[in-house]
């Protein structure tokens, strides 16, 4: 049946699955998508949503290098939100309300569009591995397909446990059976395992639900969109979320359950996400709050369908429809289906390299949730990362990695593979000490050109980056050479309560006082006339003001990624002996063998290791 032997195999069609496919078929491999149910593929298993806090900069990471979340996110979108507005642009975060069933479609119709691309229906039970070399899978039918390499995005399936209340059931999304047998192949390969738990809520009928008791929570009045490219459109039309809150009542009705809770009676042992909590463990450990928020969200255009953000769950079903019944606007609820947790394996991801090639067995690569993380966002970096990595190994080529001071994808799998997780791992903008490099607005001018040498972005993406990075250039240029008079600019600076001017000085001065901002300086007719003699479009504009106001920090923040970018290039040989460094703390020796880092660097970020270490570490190296 499947005489051929394929580039590339990826296992699971989810958010990471759906990258990894789209990335090496694109780079010209050979290459096989293998999925339970091609019926779901892309799905969004919880919230109807993409982007958020930090998440919203790896979707805009993902489309500079040429993946389609971005896109997708565009074509799907039911409403855009830039979150995080009123901070520095460091932390600016976009956000989409996804049309559920559109964004899946959608997927699918980019997937089936793409050259090398196959697609076959069946659960994969178990890898074909010869002389530690991953050689193919074999199907739950019996069928062995060939490869040179194979990706496994595997989500929440593998072994999947679903709860509710005292009732339990093997799955791995509602309504999925869970997949056997990866597990415990890899684990007798020596691979260590583990079990994580995530949860999601009840989605119930919107036309049982009065908005009129909730308050509206509308997008953006004048919305953008996630993709560099201009062949998506932000939206003309926009569909409102709702917010709500639990009270005292509810949470006294859902404690009346927790009895048979789960998570309470020690069925569930496994960690959750600690940032997207379940609504009995918010009421267990936040005592002391009265009440919590709930968001509305539709889960798409047309359908009555709404997903109940903040209200995940694994209570008993008659507990979760007597509490939700107690919320404002609640009152005459009708679910779709119930909340449930789910517990799944997981492999510790220390067992990786930065290419997201397993350590033990060459050419098999791990992404997503196998990996301990949570989200659709940083599930997809990882598999575009993997199927990059994936086919420029196959094609004998020098492998892929980003380091922190370029993405947040860099970050992210640095962590993964450095730190490891023993709870699902959530990228937030504290956990990059460069935010201020890593930004949303300038993700096409970082890794576009990365995109573009991989052969992921197109020429027509890169020379739009170019004219963008040159527009803004010129256009801060503009600010340093040109000069305002006092009685020009006087004015301006009188109704922000600013300090006037007493003599004409350069327009970049004025513009990067802190209560000035483009609106302000477009008031003077020289800024606004070149604006429109260049036809500069608000990407432009935005990249300009962040580069004029934020100069300084941005600078200061470069020079300290330079500084300590040194010791990236300090390469520790690989099987390197820690145990022959006497001089070194046991436990650093310990970590050190374990995480076995490739560079000075690495190993300077693994916890446990101090920079008494990384100094005996040098001189021994001879550095």
């Known amino acids: 049946m499947f005489n051929e032997v394929y580039d590339v195999i990826v296992v699971g069609a989810g958010h990471a699955g759906s990258e990894a496919a789209a990335a090496a078929a694109n780079m010209g491999s050979k290459t096989l998508l293998i999925t339970m149910n091609l019926q779901n593929i892309a799905q969004m298993s919880c919230n109807p949503a993409m982007g958020g806090i930090a998440k919203g900069q790896i979707v805009r990471e993902i489309d500079a290098l040429g993946g389609y979340s971005g896109i997708v996110s565009d074509t799907s979108a039911i409403q855009f939100k830039m979150l995080n507005k009123s901070k520095g642009p460091a932390m600016w975060s976009p956000r989409v ?181 379940s609504i009995e463990d918010k009421i267990n450990r936040f005592a002391d709050k ?68 397993t350590k033990l067995v060459n050419g098999l690569y791990f992404a997503g949730q196998i990996n301990g993380t949570t989200g659709y966002e940083e599930a997809a970096s990882q598999g575009l990362m993997a199927g990059i990595n994936a ?74 980056m170019e004219k963008k990075h040159e527009d803004a250039e010129k256009f801060v240029s503009f600010f340093n050479v040109t000069s305002v008079k006092p009685e020009e600019v006087n004015p301006i600076l009188e109704l922000k309560n600013s300090s006037p001017v007493k003599q004409s000085g350069k327009l970049f001065k004025i513009f990067a006082r802190p209560n000035i901002d483009m609106n302000d300086v477009r008031k003077v007719e020289s800024v606004e006339a070149y604006i429109q003699e260049n036809n500069l479009d608000r990407e432009v504009i935005e990249q300009t003001e962040i580069q004029v106001k934020y100069s300084g920090y941005i600078a200061k923040e470069k020079n300290n990624a330079d500084k300590l970018s040194r010791l990236e290039y300090v390469k520790i040989p690989e099987n390197f002996d820690y145990s022959q460094i006497k001089s ?40």
């Not at 046991?586 to 990384?614: C, H, M, W, Y």
Request: aromatic letters at 10%; a neutral charge.
């Open 584 to 623: 070194m703390s046991f436990e650093a020796r310990e970590k050190l063998k374990k995480v076995q880092p490739t560079t000075v660097s690495q190993a300077s970020r693994i916890s446990g290791v101090s920079p008494n270490d990384i100094s005996v570490l040098l001189v021994y190296m001879g550095r």
């Open 391 to 464: 086919s420029l190994n196959v094609r004998g080529k020098d492998a892929f990695t980003l380091k922190r001071d370029e993405a947040y994808i860099g970050v992210l799998i640095d962590d993964l593979i450095t730190k490891g997780t023993e709870e699902p791992y959530r990228m937030f903008t504290s956990r990059a000490e460069y935010r201020t490099l890593l930004r949303q607005d300038n993700a096409d001018l970082r890794l576009t050109p990365k995109g573009f040498e991989l052969g992921l972005a197109s020429e027509k993406r890169l020379k739009r």
């Open 97 to 277: 309300q996804s049309d559920r069933m559109r964004f899946a479609e959608d997927w699918r119709l980019l997937l089936e569009a793409t050259q090398n691309l196959d697609f076959y229906q069946d659960m994969v039970s178990g890898l074909l591995i010869e002389k530690d070399k991953v050689v193919g899978v074999k199907t739950s039918l019996g069928i062995e397909v060939k490869a040179k390499s194979v990706v496994l995005t595997n989500g929440t399936f593998l072994n999947g446990l679903i709860h509710i209340g005292d009732k339990n059931f093997g799955g791995g999304r509602a309504g999925e059976r869970a997949a056997t047998g990866i597990t415990e192949q890899l684990v007798g390969l020596g691979f260590d395992s583990g079990r994580m738990k995530t949860g999601t809520p009840p989605r119930v009928d919107g036309r049982s639900l009065d908005y009129s008791k909730m308050i509206e929570q509308p997008g953006d009045e004048n919305p953008e969109k996630f993709s560099y490219l201009d062949t998506t459109r932000p939206l003309n039309n926009q569909r409102s979320c709702h917010m709500t809150y639990t009270s005292e009542l509810v949470h006294d009705l859902l404690r009346e359950g927790f009895e048979r809770s789960p998570m309470f009676n020690g069925r569930i042992k496994s960690l959750g996400p600690r940032y997207c909590p």
């Open 290 to 357: 009265d009440r919590h928020q709930l968001f509305i969200e539709p889960e798409g255009w047309n359908t009555c369908e709404v997903y109940v953000n903040g209200f995940s769950t694994s209570l008993p079903e008659d507990v979760q429809f007597k509490a939700l019944r107690s919320v404002v606007g609640f009152e005459n609820v009708k679910f779709f289906r119930p909340g449930y947790a789910i517990e799944y394996d997981y492999f510790p991801p220390t067992q990786l390299k930065h290419t997201l090639e």
